[in-house]
């Protein structure tokens, strides 16, 4: 019987230990029995991340082929004057292909060599677990990429060399989350993938706050101000969203932060007016 089998055999004892119903249980219980070779895999985080982005950036790549001739999205366009075409699509996915094969892959490699994977645990996180974890990864990479974002900005060599390939568009669309050079992607998997480690979240957690940072890159990029995004849902621009990250490619020495308000009202480079809308 090999560890799987084994793992799976022990699920009606392990019950008897549970205080009381863990309503994610099913849910690992199904992910270590038929899914454990693939969330096992070093390169499982990979796979998540990239499908998350194709998944969440294709409905607004469709949105954009559209462009006027669909007035019911197009209204939401933020630069209704600057419309992405499908050459600039295409090198954005270069770009994220070209990242992921050069860069990506190989420090997985590396990394899986001085930090092998240890094994899942028995248990699922409870429903508030799993919350506080992904909000604690959230919060915790906002900081470093506010941080990292502000200095790319202030110093000029670094702009130049590492974050100017972003900003090669002064209007995001969805695809353009992914524009980014090898180092700045870099820097983005290392903190994703070591806060879970720093946090001691509980991998479901880990994987759930790649795919939620995923949907909010995408959505900061998408250049439409839908009146269902997380900034128009949450209070007190406590969430930038697409309208902050729009406004930070006009005015590159606003918003730093990629998702949250309040390190930028902290440090005075919120900027929420003067958007150019077409």
Not at 88 to 107: E, K, Q, S
Not at 133 to 153: I, R
Not at 239 to 263: E, L, S, V
Request: hydrophobic fraction near 45%; aromatic fraction near 16%; charged fraction near 10%.
């Amino acid at each position: 019987m090999d560890v799987t089998q084994s793992q799976c055999s022990s699920r009606d004892v392990l019950e008897d230990y549970h205080q009381g119903p863990v309503f994610l249980q099913p849910l690992w219980d199904y992910m270590i029995c038929q899914l454990q070779p693939t969330v096992t895999s070093p390169f499982f985080s990979v796979l998540l991340a990239f499908s998350g982005f194709l998944f969440f950036s294709l409905p607004f790549a469709v949105i954009d082929v559209l462009g006027e001739s669909c007035p019911l999205f197009f209204k939401y366009k933020i630069q209704k004057d600057k419309q992405p075409t499908l050459k600039m699509m295409g090198l954005c996915m270069w770009y994220a292909l070209y990242n992921h094969v050069v860069y990506v892959c190989p420090a997985v490699v590396i990394n899986q060599l001085w930090m092998p994977f240890s094994s899942l645990p028995d248990e699922a996180p409870t429903l508030k677990q799993l919350l506080l974890e992904v909000l604690g990864c959230l919060l915790l990479f906002d900081f470093q990429y506010f941080v990292w974002h502000m200095l790319h900005h202030r110093i000029i060599w670094l702009y130049k060399n590492i974050h100017a390939v972003h900003h090669e568009t002064t209007a995001p669309f969805s695809w353009s989350s992914q524009q980014l050079s090898g180092v700045e992607l870099l820097s983005m998997g290392f903190w994703s993938s070591t806060n879970p480690i720093l946090l001691k979240c509980h991998p479901l957690a880990a994987w759930t706050s790649t795919v939620v940072s995923i949907w909010m890159s995408v959505e900061d990029h998408v250049g439409y101000d839908f009146p269902w995004f997380l900034h128009n849902v949450i209070p007190f621009g406590l969430y930038g969203g697409a309208r902050a990250h729009d406004i930070h490619h006009q005015k590159p020495n606003t918003n730093y932060a990629p998702f949250f308000g309040h390190w930028d009202m902290i440090f005075g480079t919120s900027h929420v007016k003067g958007i150019k809308q077409g």
